[in-house]
Structures are given as C-alpha cells and as structure tokens.
Nanobody
Framework: QVQLVESGGGLAQAGGSLRLACAVS????????YAWYRQAPGKQRELVAS???????NTAESAKGRFIISRDNNKNTVDLQMNSVKPEDTAVYYC?????????????WGQGTQVTVSS
C-alpha cells in the first residue's frame, strides 16, 4: 500500500508563492505517476500537474508558467511550487498516485490541503 500526506497549504496574497509537499510512503515501486489535483467549491476536481515515473511533467494550461511539479526520490516527496498565485487558485489541493496496471491499477489520494489566495 501507498500512503500520501499533503502539507504546505494555507493563505497567500495574490502574486505570492506557496509550496505544497506530498509525503509518499509504502510500496512506491507500484506507482506509475504522481499528480496534484485541485477542487474549488462547486467545481469538479481538476488536474493541476503530473510527473511520470520517468520524470516527464505535464502542467494544466491554467497553471503553466506559474506552477512547477517535482519529485525528490531521496526524501520521497512530490512537491508543487506555486508562484504568482491568483484568487482563482483557491481550492483544496490533493496529491494523487496512479498505480501501475500490473499492480491492479487505480488511484490513491491524499486527504487534501486547503489553499486560499486573497486579492
């Protein structure tokens, strides 16, 4: 089993920065990719950025040029550096791990961390 625990959320002013961290523990060899998702009140959960097993990253258009996803294999963390934040970035941010199909597939989710950006 893999466990994900997010930290680093909080309050930021527009134009500021926040760094989210996802601590990964357990059978990490079963994971194909990691990602950060977010869900704002009344909206569907959406992908923010992902990083594959090989280190390839993908960033949503709304976050491109501002957010950077990275993985520290030594610390077993998946981080999201959020720069130039906007009020519309306000949401609960979730860490996600996609399990390899050879290990049953499916997604693992963290409990989420609240990010609030004031104008």
């Amino acid at each position: 089993q893999v466990q994900l625990v997010e930290s680093g959320g909080g309050l930021a002013q527009a134009g500021g920065s926040l760094r989210l961290a996802c601590a990964v523990s357990g059978a990490t060899y079963t994971i194909n990719a990691y990602a950060w998702y977010r869900q704002a009140p009344g909206k569907q959960r959406e992908l923010v950025a992902s990083i594959s097993r090989g280190g390839q990253t993908n960033t949503a258009e709304s976050a491109k040029g501002r957010f950077i996803i990275s993985r520290d294999n030594n610390k077993n963390t998946v981080d999201l550096q959020m720069n130039s934040v906007k009020p519309e970035d306000t949401a609960v941010y979730y860490c996600n791990a996609e399990r390899l199909s050879s290990y049953g597939g499916g997604d693992i989710w963290g409990q989420g961390t609240q990010v609030t950006v004031s104008s």
